[in-house]
């Protein structure tokens, strides 16, 4: 499920409920990296497995992601070849990239006292790169074959907006072309994951071979549940149906 609140307490629930793994999201929500780091700090020890979207597929902010002791990369808008190469470059030291050199100031690297970090932080790290345009979806075979991808996470909504669909995440072209992604990286043998909130969808792109999906978010499930019990208890002044704070 997606962690959005930027709330500690809210991520550490979510981690103990007995899901298989979280999203800590910053590109749509309200997430920086002290927020990040007390997230982490937060769901530390739970049999759950933490991903981190960034706002931007950017080296600086990455590496202070990784520094922060951020393990699971999940890299918004890669479209291309060029966009993967770079995501991957900067979850690597030089020579192999061009991620800077901070383990003795890093939680990551736990200020030095993990042996050989520089040596062995990049398998450490699992690149994930997220598939959201017409034109990732074209190149996504290219995309799946880049050295140090190591899955590809498909969003059908930002998918939807770029072939002219805004809104429409279930139009069967869309569905078709998140299909595409899920077939090719079956064939490269690469794990693929996509976001799907209806159970139906969720459970149908399962059947099509997503290795791994997100099905709720944490901000979604208060405004329901909320929104579910002003239904049920909170009345109109003339007692008619639900009172409206409009």
Known sequence: MWVCSGSPLVAEICAGSGLDWLLIDAEHSPN??????????????????????????????????????????????????????????????????????????????????????????????SVTVQIESAAAVDAVEDILAVDGVDAIFVGPSDLAASMGLLGQQEHPEVRAAVERCLAGAGRADVPAGVNAFSPATAHHYLDAGARFILVGADVALLARGSEGLATAFVRSADGTGPATSY
């Open 32 to 125: 920086g990296l002290e927020s990040i780091l007390a997230q982490l700090q937060a769901v530390h020890g739970y049999p759950v497995q933490v991903l981190v979207r960034p706002p931007v597929n950017d080296p600086v902010l990455i590496k202070q992601y990784l520094d922060l002791g951020v393990q699971n990369l999940l890299i918004p808008m890669v479209h291309s070849v060029a966009d993967a190469e770079a995501a991957v470059a900067a979850t690597r030291y030089p020579p192999e990239g061009v991620r800077g050199v901070g383990s003795a100031l890093a939680r990551a690297a736990r200020w030095n006292r993990v042996p050989d970090y520089l040596a062995t932080a990049a398998g450490t790290v």
